[in-house]
Every structure is written in structure tokens, then in C-alpha cells.
């Protein structure tokens, strides 16, 4: 990502990653099929580590509140005042821009968002005690979350002047909290069938 930053998506080449990453060409393509896939490979590495920490969340906790720390745990509780090459937040987020609504970059994003929803669906499920194979909710609800979480992104790359993720995030997963409260009365009885 940051090479895609500093040089432009299309000038970013297999070999200049590989050598950023201190490995052989041989070696990149060992763990992706191109560019592409490593850059996106971010999201997907972020989603199985919001997993993990699911998972190692507490197990009297409520859902939301354990869902919620595991998502904020990798966005960071603090918010960021500078990109992470010292760039300023605002040469950053400029930067993510342009590589994230790359139309190369496209097909490779949507399917990461589906193995992150997948992931963390996957998360839900154990945490409930429950199979993907049986019970819906843990997919509707990785969904869900998933949903608000891009929302949060969005939000943030369109943002001007720029504003800090970490905030976004927190704000996106209580008004999908909230709206869900208000929207969906709770109905005594309603199962997978209903």
C-alpha cells in the first residue's frame, strides 16, 4: 500500500514489493497471484485478526460489546494524526484513495469482503456456540458489521478536511447498534423458520 501511495498503483511493480518486504520475487508469488491480491491482502489480514480477538474476548461479555472491541482493536482506540510513512493524514488518506477506487484493484476488493465477512461470521458463530451451517445469524450479523465498517472507510476517504478513522469506526457500529434496536422490535418466537 504504501509503495501504491508513493508511486502510483500502475507503477508499482511485483519485483519493487518483494523487495520492500525483504523477500525474493519467487517468494511473493509463492503467497499471490499478483499486486493486486497483496494490497487487498491488508483487509484480509485485519479481518482474521478482528476474529481472533472475538474470540479472546471475555465469554460473559454481550455479543455487540465483545464484536465492538475486536473491530476497534484493529482500528486503533486512538486516533492517527499522521500517515504511517510520516506523510500528513490528509497526503495519506489521498493516497488510499486513489489505490482503494483503482478499477484494477475492484474484483479483488469484493472478494475480500467476502472472506472478511466470512471470517468474522465465523467468529460470531463459535463465540454463540452455534454452526454457519445451521443458523443464519452469525452471517446477518458479520454482514452487518461488515457493512458498517465500510460505511466507516468510505466516510473517511471522502473526508474533508480529514478526520480520523478510529472515530468513524466507533460512530458506525453504534448506529448499526442503534438502528437495530429501533428497526427490528424484539418478537417472542421468531426462529430460522419465521
Request: glycine residues 8%; contains cysteine.
Amino acid at each position: 500500500m504504501r509503495l501504491a501511495i508513493q508511486r502510483g498503483l500502475d507503477n508499482v511493480l511485483v519485483e519493487d514489493i518483494a523487495e520492500a518486504a525483504g523477500v525474493s520475487t519467487r517468494t511473493f508469488n509463492n503467497y499471490f497471484a499478483s499486486k493486486y491480491e497483496a494490497i487487498c491482502a491488508l483487509q484480509q489480514d485485519r479481518a482474521i485478526r478482528i476474529g481472533e480477538a472475538l474470540r479472546s474476548r471475555p465469554p460473559g461479555e454481550p455479543l455487540w460489546e465483545s464484536v465492538t472491541h475486536a473491530v476497534m482493536s484493529q482500528f486503533g482506540l486512538a486516533p492517527r494524526q499522521s500517515g504511517p510513512g510520516g506523510q500528513s493524514l490528509a497526503e495519506w488518506i489521498a493516497g488510499v484513495r486513489l489505490v482503494v477506487t483503482s478499477p484494477a484493484l475492484a474484483g479483488e476488493y469484493l472478494k475480500v469482503q467476502g472472506l472478511v465477512q466470512y471470517h468474522l461470521a465465523a467468529a460470531i458463530a463459535e463465540r454463540l456456540g452455534t454452526s454457519l451451517e445451521t443458523d443464519m445469524f452469525p452471517r446477518i450479523m458479520a454482514g452487518a458489521v461488515s457493512a458498517a465498517m465500510q460505511a466507516a472507510m468510505e466516510r473517511w476517504l471522502r473526508s474533508d478536511p480529514p478526520v480520523p478513522l478510529p472515530p468513524l469506526m466507533r460512530e458506525a457500529l453504534r448506529r448499526l447498534a442503534e438502528g437495530m434496536l429501533r428497526v427490528i422490535p424484539a418478537e417472542p418466537g421468531l426462529d430460522d423458520s419465521g
